[in-house]
């Protein structure tokens, strides 16, 4: 049960986790060329961290939309999108964690009670193959008394 219980809460703490990607945009003006390098960057995120950065990006698009910098709250209504799904995603991993360490428990709950269901009847059986052995030990040991006692009045 220990072990079960250690398990799932691993299996909590890998799924309470949601995947997000950051990509950057680099430009370099080097002999007139324009070079961009976009790199992407894939992190974990827990719950906790993914709804931070929802009220980040809710802090951003407000901070935008009061300096009146349309491509700042265009910029910051597309962060606040990525970091709400995000964020939804978190927490339907986690629920889906749940779900499963529940259903878990409960089948270890049933295998354990089905176990000593057949405990219990293992151990009737014993105890009747013990009472049916001692019955006959003791029609043997009386059949022998018996047979020594009659062998001794026929001397």
Same mark, same amino acid.
């Given at each position: 049960?220990?072990?079960?219980?250690?398990?799932?809460?691993?299996?909590?703490?890998?799924?309470?986790?949601?995947?997000?990607?950051?990509?950057?945009?680099?430009?370099?003006?080097?002999?007139?060329?324009?070079?961009?390098?976009?790199?992407?960057?894939?992190?974990?995120?827990?719950?906790?961290?993914?709804?931070?950065?929802?009220?980040?990006?809710?802090?951003?698009?407000?901070t935008?939309?009061?300096?009146?910098?349309?491509?700042?709250?265009?910029?910051?209504?597309?962060?606040?999108?990525?970091?709400?799904?995000?964020?939804n995603?978190?927490?339907i991993?986690?629920?889906?964690?749940? %779900? /499963?360490?529940? @259903?878990?428990?409960? #089948? =270890?709950?049933?295998? *354990?009670?089905? $176990?000593?269901? !057949? &405990? +219990? %009847? /293992?151990?009737? @059986?014993?105890?009747? #193959? =013990?009472?049916?052995? *001692?019955k006959? $030990?003791?029609? !043997? &040991? +009386?059949?022998?008394?018996?047979?020594?006692?009659?062998? =001794?009045?026929?001397?």
């Amino acid at each position: 049960m220990k072990k079960l219980m250690i398990t799932a809460s691993a299996t909590i703490l890998l799924f309470s986790t949601s995947c997000t990607k950051q990509e950057k945009t680099v430009v370099t003006d080097n002999n007139n060329d324009t070079v961009a390098v976009v790199t992407s960057e894939t992190r974990t995120l827990t719950e906790t961290e993914a709804k931070a950065k929802v009220d980040k990006a809710k802090a951003d698009l407000d901070t935008a939309i009061k300096k009146g910098d349309k491509q700042a709250e265009t910029a910051a209504r597309k962060a606040l999108e990525d970091a709400n799904t995000a964020w939804n995603n978190a927490k339907i991993a986690i629920g889906n964690a749940a %779900q /499963d360490v529940k @259903e878990s428990v409960d #089948n =270890a709950v049933d295998k *354990t009670k089905v $176990a000593a269901q !057949d &405990a +219990k %009847q /293992d151990m009737k @059986e014993a105890a009747n #193959n =013990a009472k049916d052995a *001692t019955k006959k $030990a003791t029609e !043997d &040991a +009386k059949d022998a008394y018996n047979n020594t006692l009659e062998k =001794a009045k026929a001397k």
